[in-house]
Structures are given as structure tokens and as C-alpha cells.
């Protein structure tokens, strides 16, 4: 929804977050006026302990050249790591 509120920074999708300690969650956290999210994923264990995972930005598919695709709402999934580079597919 444009112009939502999504809870950044004290949200991880449905989960409450603290920024200044990002390891410990809160039980508990004021949602008030927040959007939540209608699905999340799981943490994948890509990297060491999960970190380093983000879904970037998407859009509805709209275009002609894949039919198939109409209406999807394609994203990223970015992997990031001083560690290693691996690619995610699903």
C-alpha cells in the first residue's frame, strides 16, 4: 500500500526488532499504525547464523513477453557476506 507504514526500523516482518540490539527481540512492541505483512519467509541459513539476506524492492509483472508472468509480483533476494557470495533460488 503506497505510503504505508511498514514498521522499518522496529519490525522484521511480523517480528518485533530492536536497531540498537539487533540479535535480541523484543517479546513484545507497538504495532499501532503499522502494515503488516501479508507473507515472510523463514530464515534461510544461507550465510553463517542467516545474516546478510533482504528481499529488494519488486513489482507486479505487467509485461507481454511472458504471459505466464502476468500479475506476479517478482523480486530479489539479495546475499550479501565480507564472507562469501551465494546465489539463492527457489
Known amino acids: 500500500m503506497k505510503g504505508a507504514n511498514y514498521g522499518w526500523n ?5 517480528h518485533c ?3 540498537d540490539d539487533p540479535n535480541k527481540h523484543p ?4 504495532k499501532s499504525g503499522l502494515t503488516m505483512p501479508i507473507a515472510e519467509y523463514g530464515n534461510l541459513n544461507v550465510i553463517k547464523d542467516g545474516k ?5 524492492g ?5 509485461g507481454k513477453a511472458m504471459p505466464q508472468m502476468q500479475g506476479a509480483y ?3 533476494i539479495g546475499v550479501a557476506s565480507s564472507y562469501s557470495r551465494k546465489a539463492c533460488s527457489w
Open 58 to 62: 519488486g513489482y507486479v509483472y505487467r
Open 52 to 56: 546478510g539476506l533482504s528481499i529488494t
Open 17 to 19: 526488532f530492536n536497531p
Open 27 to 30: 517479546e513484545t512492541c507497538d
Open 74 to 76: 517478482v523480486l530479489a
Open 10 to 14: 522496529r519490525m522484521e516482518g511480523t
